[in-house]
């Protein structure tokens, strides 16, 4: 593998980083309460059940439903313009929600250990990419990834909420390796945690694949015929494999 491989592509979450340690519905607690709290200052009072039925079981329960069926990225901006019409709130407070959406990621950021020593060492030898599904514009991660020390070893990073399909849709594939300049997708490894995401989807465009199964949980039924290049505990293993 190593003889014909020019880039490595990473997943985000789950990979390199966690942006999701705590519970789904603790998430949406927190939530509910950040946008309270920020209508409150602009002089509106909610519940937590208005707030819920209109900005976030729609965006949990319909759009990131659909997402995943479908491959066609939530249109946040969209979905939270809606909600505040049918709070009756006249002014476009869409993106200081999406900052507060984010903002309830990233209090409870974890970057796993050796993330950052892998890329430093990987991009002395490779060009490195980075895809990730986020309903959330890449700005935020953008610049998450840039206050860690991540950004600056990848030549280009790809945000589904920046496009109009998520992972596993080829689009999204073809998207990284046009951007990189990679004409044969099998010069390509691609490493993730989501065997979907980050296996059948690369996989079925003929890149190589990384799958990080630190639990040896089976390949999914509906994915049987489909095989890893490389089973991995962590990002980490990839030195003494590709180096």
């Known amino acids: 593998m190593k003889s014909t491989l020019k ?5 985000m979450g789950g990979t390199l980083l966690d942006y999701d340690p705590v519970p789904e519905a603790e998430i949406r607690i927190i939530r ?5 709290d920020f209508f409150a200052v602009k002089g509106y009072q909610f519940t937590p059940e208005q707030i819920d039925e209109h900005l976030l079981i729609p965006y949990y329960e319909t759009d990131c439903r659909h997402a995943e069926k479908t491959c066609e990225e939530v249109k946040l901006i969209e979905r939270i313009k809606k909600g505040i019409s049918g709070l009756k709130v006249y002014e476009d407070y869409s993106l200081w929600i999406v900052k507060l959406l984010h903002k309830s990621l990233k209090d409870n950021l974890i970057v796993y250990d050796g993330s950052l020593n892998t890329l430093e060492k990987l991009s002395g030898k490779y060009e490195l990419g980075l895809i990730s599904n986020t309903t959330i514009p890449g700005v935020y ?3 998450d990834l840039e206050e860690l020390g991540m950004a600056k070893y990848f030549k280009h990073m790809l945000f589904t909420a920046d496009t109009y399909y998520r992972k596993p849709h080829s689009l999204v594939f073809n998207l990284m390796l046009n951007f990189l300049k990679i004409k044969q997708p099998q010069e390509a490894l691609y490493v993730g945690d989501s065997f979907k995401n980050d296996v059948y989807g690369p996989a079925a ?5 990384a799958w990080i199964n630190p639990k040896n949980k089976p390949i999914p039924d509906e994915f049987n015929d489909v095989k890893p290049d490389l089973i991995i505990n962590s990002v980490s293993d990839l030195c ?3 180096l």
């Open 141 to 143: 991660f953008a610049g």
């Open 205 to 209: 465009l003929g890149m190589k694949t």
């Open 240 to 242: 003494g494999i590709l």
């Open 7 to 11: 880039t490595i592509i990473f997943d």
């Open 32 to 36: 509910n309460k950040l946008i309270r």
